[in-house]
């Protein structure tokens, strides 16, 4: 007997990174099995055009993916696909094609009548990340590498019988640089979303998944499936929060409906 499916209003992921050998596809898929919404954002990068122009590389659970997304919209979901800096080209195109919507950016407006500014973050970058300089270069390069190293870390992880573990994560979550990135980016996105005189933000882009109060603002940022495999979700309420079907910092699966601890650089 199948499962019965948990069920939200709104669910938000970001940074699928489709094409990118560091799309963690599986957890995806098995997010999109267990749960289902009347509306769905994908808060840009969904495809990782970039990789693709160095590498084609697009397994069969990246074809899941797409085919998964689009039965969800036609089996009724509202699907609202909000471009990014990896997937740009996508927003040259905007408009209602079959059961998905591509925007710009959007506006949600929850059960109890707040009104989030949707957007996937990259528009901050001139503003925030230009300010790191070198150091932002750096980083980013950084990233890269360390999460390639991840794999052979949760293989040899495997072998002794513990579980998953990012090392990316546990390094960027202990730099003061990254910290400090983190915070900038999160008050420029209230910021953002403040000039368009709404209550808070929903964004994607620097692979940190939070939810947070900023002065009067609500802050929230759905991750990514390259680390956290997080996603945003709002009940019937209006509540919204994190869930993730892997806490790859203790590894054990998990709902988990607080802060990743496990910040990222931007992707």
């Known amino acids: 007997m199948p499962e019965e499916l948990a069920k939200w209003r709104t669910a938000w992921i970001s940074d699928v990174h489709l094409g990118n050998r560091i ?3 599986e957890a995806l898929l098995s997010f999109l099995r267990e749960n289902d919404f009347e509306t769905l954002y994908v808060v840009g990068d969904l495809i990782d055009f970039s990789a693709l122009k160095r590498r084609i590389y697009w397994p069969q659970e990246h074809n899941d993916i797409i085919q998964k997304l689009l039965r969800k919209g036609r089996k009724g979901a509202r699907i609202i696909y909000v471009p990014g800096n990896h997937d740009e080209h996508v927003g040259g195109y905007l408009g209602l094609f079959g059961c998905v919507a591509v925007e710009k950016n959007a506006i949600h407006t929850t059960a109890d009548g707040k009104r989030i500014l949707v957007f996937h973050g990259h528009e901050l970058d001139t503003m925030v990340v230009h300010n790191l300089g070198w150091r932002g270069q750096v980083g980013d390069m950084a990233y890269i590498l360390l999460v390639g190293c991840n794999r052979t870390v949760s293989l040899a992880r495997r072998l002794m019988g513990l ?9 960027k979550s202990r730099a003061k640089d990254v910290i400090k990135f983190i915070d900038d980016f999160e008050r420029a996105a209230v910021g953002y979303a403040d000039a368009q005189h709404v209550d808070g933000a929903v ?9 947070r109060k900023i002065g009067t603002m609500d802050y929230f940022n759905a991750g990514d499936w ?4 997080s996603a945003l979700v709002e009940d019937f309420d209006g509540t919204i929060k994190l869930i993730g079907n892997v806490d790859f910092h203790h590894g054990r699966k998990t709902s988990r409906s607080s802060a990743s601890n496990g910040d990222i650089l931007v992707s």
């Open 23 to 25: 799309c963690k596809a």
């Open 163 to 171: 579980g998953d573990w990012s090392l990316s994560a546990y390094v």
């Open 203 to 211: 964004c994607g882009h620097i692979h940190s998944a939070k939810v």
């Open 226 to 229: 390259v680390e956290s495999c």
